[in-house]
Structures are given as structure tokens and as C-alpha cells.
């Protein structure tokens, strides 16, 4: 560096400092602008003049060591490299960044007065090993599970953000600073239910420095047997005296279920009925069947069952029930959640019952007729036997002259046995 050089850079250090853009006595105007980096990609810092005069530009680092002076290089890193040098600009690449090039880079202009303003460079760091920790490999439906997801050495603090399939959830973060580094912890409680078996849970990093960074688990959920029973024969209408009747239990759990058997609800199992595996079978059908049959399902977790409601019918009969069908009762209210009904067999009792409310309708109906027309017959005879009677002792009242007369009169028609007959008018 020769000694007008010299001179210039010793006047340019004691320049004040201007952020983004000065203007100089001459009407030169010194701009730069701040830098982002992610570690390990390449920044190039600028400085530019306007209404240049030739003058002399040069880059300090955060040390104020000069890093370029023009377009010669004092400073033995060869990780910078010059990019574009002119009277209007110098423009410098620093190749793989590291935390510890952080910091501010100084862009002088040698002029009276001079020129000094400031780039800054930030280096982002992404997050490292993103993990998920579960607290059970294998949960129970209804259990609460832990789950914990950890980004480790990040810069900024990165945001983490939970999802179960599509659904986002909640989460409760912590953040530990080591250095310049920052590791967050965010923790996650879910109770699971057999619905989440095979659901992948999504630990996703939001950070400038990095996109779509993600870590995900599968949901292993154990859970009670789904009972089911379907009717093979008949396929439809009415189960009658005499003909067969097929009935075939399914059951699906997790694990699979090993121990399924059916029983008879609040009685014993007609000594008839033939169960073979799955199915029960009764060849001939008569009224000492009718009743409720339970298929019951074990696993390890639990037990469940489903209903069938049977109601053995004359071989006459041609109503069909209001409802067909069966009945799957859960072994809790839990199990309601699940959706695990089926349709119900009970409609058939309901017919019968609805069977006797039309007798005793009817019955009521002939009651309240035979009354009405009761009513009628008492009416039309009141009616016809309304008048008025006049006896013997009125007689003569009529045509006496007073009252005296009239008493006389009635006393002497007393002997005449033919006026004491009466009369209706």
C-alpha cells in the first residue's frame, strides 16, 4: 500500500458511521445492505457508489481488518473473493459462512470528509437431528401417550408445530440456549382411540434457514374386538315355525381376537342349536327358541358383544316386523364413540306389541259405539213421549165460572165412572 493510500485509510477510519446509504460533502452516496445467510452458503457484500469521482473504495471486516483495498486483497482468506470492482462499486463473495463471520463489514469511500456506512451479516443456522421420543411404542385406546420432539442447534430458536394426519395440534414448547444455539423441546399429550391406529403424527420445523423439515411416527392403538352379526338364512323377511335359521359372528381387534363364543341371554342354549365356530345354526325353528343370542369377542385388551333378538313367528304369518335386523350393544359408553351399533331385531317384539294395542283399541272403539247408540235409543224416546195430561179432577175447570163452580163440577162427575179415565193429548 503506498502512502497516499496509507493516508486514506487512516482518514477513512476516523469517518463516521452510516447505516445503509451516506452522502458526502460532494454529493456522493455511499449504499450497501444487510446480508441473511444460512451457514455454510455463500454472501456477497456490496458497496456502491453514486455519483462516483473515482474515488476510493474499500471493505473492512467486523475487526476492521481491510479485507479488500480497491481490487487487491490485503487479508490471507481466500474464502473472499472478488466479485465486480469499478469506480462505482466493489463487490466482494464470502464463501462458506460460519457463526463466527457474523457481524458488521465496514464500506469506506476516501473522500473530504470521508464516507463510512455498515453492512450486517446474520447467519441463520438450521436445526439439527429432529427427533420424536414417544413415551409407549404400543398404547391402549383411551390412554393419554407423551409424545416429545426435539430440534437441536438451531439459530434462530425454530417454531415447532404439531399434526395427527391432516388435524394440527397443540403443543407446549420449551427452549434451552447453549452458546449461540438454541435447542427446543415441544411436548405433546394425545389420547388415542382405535381410530388413530396407523395415524402418522408430524413433528414440523418452522425456520427461515430451512422448508418442509419434518419427523413423523406411526400410532400403534390396541383395541377391543368390533362384534358383528349377520343373518345367512333367511335373507329377508320373516323367521317362521319350522324352517332354519343361520346366524355368522365377525369380530375385528387389534389385537385380532382369539376367543369368540356364543350363549343365549338370560336362559340356556337350546339343546338343538348347533354352534360351529362363527355360525350358530337352528335347523328347525319353533317358539322355545325365541330370545336373545349374544356372540361375545376377547382380545387382550377387552371384551365386546353383539345381540340377536329372535322371535319366532306361525307359519301363517305374512306381517313383516316394523324393523329387522340385529342388535350390537357396547360393553361400555366408551364404545359408543366408536360407532359399533347395528340395526335392531328388536322391531319384531315391537310388533307383537303393537299387535295388542290394536285389539285393545278395537275393543275400546265397540265400547264407545254401543254407548253412542245407547244415547240415541234414550233420546228418540224422550222425545216421543213428550205432552201434556189432563185428569178427571181438572175437568170442567175450564168452563166454570169461578172457582167454587169449578171444585162443584169436578166432585159430580166423580160418580160417572167412565170420566175418570185419562186422556193424552
Partial sequence: MDERAEELFSSGRRGTQRRQSCWGGDGQNLVTEDVTVVEGDVATISCRVKNSDDSVIQLLNPNR??????????????????????????????????????????????????????????????????????????????????LNCTAMASRPATTIRWFKGNKELTGKS???RWSDMYTVTSQLLLRVGREDDGVPVICLVDHPAVKDLQTQRYLEVMYKPQVRVSQNYPLQGLTREGEPLELTCTAFGKPQPTDMRWLRVDDEMPQHVVVSGSNLLISNLNKTDNGTYRCEASNAVGKSHA???????????????????????????????????????????????????????????????????????????????????????????????????????????????????????
Fill in 65 to 146: 481488518q481491510t479485507i479488500y483495498f480497491r481490487d487487491f486483497r490485503p487479508l490471507k482468506d481466500s474464502r473472499f473473493q472478488l466479485v465486480n470492482f469499478s469506480n462505482s462499486e466493489l463487490r466482494v463473495s464470502l464463501t462458506n459462512v460460519s457463526i463466527s463471520d457474523e457481524g458488521r463489514y465496514f464500506c469506506q469511500l476516501y473522500t473530504d470528509p470521508p464516507q463510512e456506512i455498515y453492512t450486517t451479516i446474520t447467519v441463520l443456522v438450521p436445526p439439527r437431528n429432529l427427533v420424536i421420543d414417544i413415551e409407549k411404542e404400543t398404547a391402549v385406546e383411551g390412554e393419554e401417550i407423551e
Fill in 174 to 176: 420449551e427452549v434451552e
Fill in 307 to 425: 345381540d340377536y333378538m329372535l322371535f319366532v313367528y306361525d307359519t301363517t304369518a305374512t306381517t313383516e316386523p316394523a324393523v329387522h335386523g340385529f342388535t350390537q350393544l357396547p360393553n361400555s359408553a366408551e364404545e359408543l364413540d366408536y360407532g359399533d351399533l347395528s340395526d335392531s331385531r328388536a322391531g319384531e317384539e315391537g310388533a307383537i306389541r303393537s299387535v295388542d294395542h290394536a285389539v285393545v283399541g278395537g275393543v275400546v272403539a265397540v265400547v264407545v259405539f254401543a254407548m253412542l247408540c245407547l244415547l240415541i235409543i234414550l233420546g228418540r224416546y224422550f222425545a216421543r213421549h213428550k205432552g201434556t195430561y189432563f185428569t178427571h179432577e181438572a175437568k170442567g175447570a175450564d168452563d166454570a165460572a169461578d172457582a167454587d163452580t169449578a171444585i162443584i163440577n169436578a166432585e159430580g162427575g166423580q160418580n160417572n165412572s167412565e170420566e175418570k179415565k185419562e186422556y193424552f193429548i
